[in-house]
């Protein structure tokens, strides 16, 4: 599904990623663990097209598509979603408008006509049930005043709703208590199905007690400088990511 | 012959049916050896140094329209709060028009000033009320004045809550090839009262228009006034907005302007107090493109303690446009326990586009807080790349990143009908489509 072949990228001159290759097939999940400052969340931001990089060699492919010179609208129609570490907030747009308008954009890209209100309504529904969304959440401005847990809560909830093939979900644990962190996780592992895939990126190894990854990797200096699977991230927890600088 | 000479040299017209010992006509008069004297105000004027009246004031207008110009409701419906029932008080080239209005002299006056300077059930109320805090030094104002004869008249007794807003409309037919408007409001708010007013000012045809307003108001002790401005004109029509607000103890007076369309306005708005804890709101949201220019020049003079200000305005400009906020704020000695506020956000949407603002505070108390913010920026690219990456194209994610910097304005807005319909123009001016639904 997502294939990141030598991939490079700077920004403002400065090289953050040097060299990635990934490879994420439909139906898994993959983590990516790091220590701070080892270009995490400029890999998620590169993938989901954020202008302020430059790629400058390799590329990254999306059921074979290659993305290179596509804007962010253009991703997410092919299905690319990202959850942000730090939403925005915008006032004045509740979370349905603007969940409305994204939805409709993305049908309109796909020669779709908008999505009717009851059909709309409906969605919104059963999508914030699962996520313990309450129905008044929904009339209020986008992120505006939302506590951390509810703006991660929200991000998610707009995955469940957009229904991409690729998810990234960027330090989606950062600043969640352990209730809302199982309420997201299993929002996660609700939209988790054979024909998407969802890329986790995190620092902490407790989100992946309750995402299962069947691929951990680890970033440093903007390389994946070891891949495992779930014990990976176990021996990170336990040994620290001291040791993973000497492979570098 | 210059404008400015046209104006003196039609006043013998002006005064041939007026009765010329009444004092009200002595205060014209007087107004008018003002103007004389000082003439439109240049960019020599501090205060007036952004702006530019030359293109305005070399050209030609009409001063008397010749001919009465009929309007039919269903052209200008769409102009009225149609969802709402209201009084109204409508003008068609500076002419009452009796068949658009709905006045009403029942427990509380909304109708006329000329009727309201020449009745004697008003004398009293005239010669407390009129020009009584309009500036007498101001030119512009004082041009206004010396031509002062309709425009609406509002007044609300003692405890008395008007259960319609107001709307009070100036229509330009087109009719005259152009036209110099000076209308007249006086509003009286007693104590223990509230009112709401809508003012709006709109050209029906691509004709030039001048629109040179005064309108003092006074908010008594207890009262409420809460005044809409609508300022969405055809581009050939400019106007000059200047509006004294006095509040007297424990009084509010809030003034939302809403300038999204016009050539050229400049809108003067004076604050006065006589009492303590009284709240003064001052907001406004501008949107403009093309060659528009939009002034804001706002005045909060606090002269007694324990009173408080807010003042909050939001400028979108795109294209050649041009915005200018200056917004003073004077606090004088015994003013203690004053809370003041100025808050002027900008975006500037092109590269041509351009604001300036210019706070201007002076303080003499020593107990106060007064603070002012000011920023002139564009767009925030985190956010615009976080509903990008929703899949919401980057026009349409601009046009509701821009809405949604203009929206807090409105959330003070009382009135749910009207709300809905500046929610609506807005949308439409920047291309955000919401359905306003949820």
């Known amino acids: 599904m997502l294939t990141i072949e030598n991939l490079h990228a700077e920004v403002e001159g400065r090289t953050i990623l040097n060299g990635i290759d990934l490879n994420v097939k439909a139906g898994e999940v993959h983590a990516i663990m790091g220590p701070n400052g080892s270009g995490k969340s400029t890999l998620s931001s590169v993938i989901a097209g954020n202008e302020d990089y430059d790629v400058t060699q390799g590329k990254i492919l999306l059921k074979g598509k290659d993305l290179s010179g596509l804007d962010p609208e253009e991703r997410a129609h092919l299905g690319i979603f990202l959850s942000f570490q730090y939403p925005v907030e915008i006032p004045g747009v509740t979370v349905t408008n603007f969940i409305k308008t994204a939805i409709n954009a993305n049908r309109k890209a796909q020669g779709l006509s908008d999505l009717g209100a009851s059909e709309l309504l409906k969605k919104i529904r059963e999508k914030s049930t699962l996520l313990d969304i309450d129905s008044k959440f929904l009339s209020r401005s986008l992120n505006e005043g939302f506590s951390g847990g509810e703006k991660k809560r929200n991000e998610i909830f707009q995955m469940a709703m957009l229904e991409p093939t690729l998810a990234i979900l960027d330090e989606t644990d950062s600043g969640l208590d352990i209730d809302a962190l199982k309420i997201v996780a299993n929002g996660v592992n609700k939209f988790k199905a054979k024909e998407n895939a969802v890329v986790v990126i995190t620092h902490y190894q407790r989100l992946l007690e309750y995402i299962v990854p069947d691929f951990v990797h680890v970033l440093f200096g903007g390389k994946i400088v070891k891949s495992g699977t779930k014990e990976l991230a176990h021996e990170l927890e336990a040994k620290g990511y001291d040791w993973i600088k000497e492979l570098a | ?438």
């Not at chain 2, 009745?119 to 031509?147: D, G, M, V, W």
């Not at chain 2, 767009?379 to 919401?392: K, T």
């Open chain 2, 1 to 438: 012959m210059e404008f400015k000479e046209k104006l003196i040299s039609s006043y013998l017209a002006f005064e041939e049916d007026l009765d010329l010992l009444d004092s009200v006509h002595q205060t014209r008069a007087k107004a008018l050896r003002v103007f004389e004297k000082k003439g439109f105000p240049t960019k020599k004027d501090e205060s007036w140094k952004y702006t530019s009246l030359n293109a305005l004031i070399n050209a030609d207008y009409a001063l008397f329209p010749r001919s009465e110009a009929s309007i039919e409701l269903k052209d200008v419906k769409k102009y009225f709060l149609y969802d709402t029932d209201t009084y109204k008080v409508i003008f068609i080239d500076g002419v009452y028009s009796p068949f658009l209005s709905n006045t009403t002299h029942d427990g509380l006056d909304v109708c006329l000033m000329s009727a309201a300077l020449t009745k004697p059930k008003y004398r009293n109320l005239i010669n407390t009320y009129f020009n009584k805090i309009a500036s007498l030094e101001e030119s512009l104002t004082a041009l206004n004045t010396s031509y002062s004869k309709e425009g609406a008249f509002v007044y609300i007794p003692k405890k008395t809550v008007a259960e319609k807003p107001i709307e009070i409309i100036h229509f330009a037919s087109g009719e005259e090839h152009s036209l110099w408007l000076q209308p007249r409001n006086l509003i009286v708010v007693d104590k223990n009262s509230q009112v709401q007013i809508i003012e709006r000012h709109q050209s029906l045809k691509e004709h030039p228009v001048v629109t040179n307003s005064v309108t003092e108001v006074y908010v008594h002790e207890e009262a409420f006034v809460d005044y809409y401005k609508l300022q969405n004109d055809l581009t050939s029509a400019s106007l000059i907005d200047n509006t004294y607000i006095q509040q007297a103890k424990n009084s509010h007076a809030s003034v939302h302007t809403f300038s999204l369309g016009g050539k050229l306005v400049r809108n003067n708005l004076r604050y006065y107090h006589t009492g303590q804890r009284i709240l003064s709101t001052l907001k406004g949201v501008t949107i403009l493109e093309g060659k528009q220019h939009v002034d804001h020049s706002t005045m909060v003079h606090h002269s007694h303690p324990n009173c408080e200000s807010h003042q909050d305005y939001k400028g979108i400009f795109s294209e050649r446009s041009e915005g200018v906020f200056n917004g003073q704020i004077l606090v004088e000695k015994i003013a203690q326990k004053t809370n003041a506020f100025q808050q002027n956000n900008n975006v500037l949407l092109d590269d041509k586009a351009t604001v300036n603002s210019k706070p201007q505070l002076e303080i003499y108390a020593d107990d106060v807080k007064c603070s002012h913010g000011c920023t002139i920026g564009q767009m925030d690219e985190e956010a615009l790349f976080y509903l990008r990456s929703r899949g919401i194209p980057k026009k349409e994610a601009k046009a509701l990143m821009t809405y949604a910097f203009a929206n807090n304005v409105l959330e003070s807005v009382q009135l749910p009908s009207l709300k809905k319909r500046i929610n609506g123009q807005i949308a439409s001016k920047l291309g955000v489509n919401l359905g306003f639904e949820l």
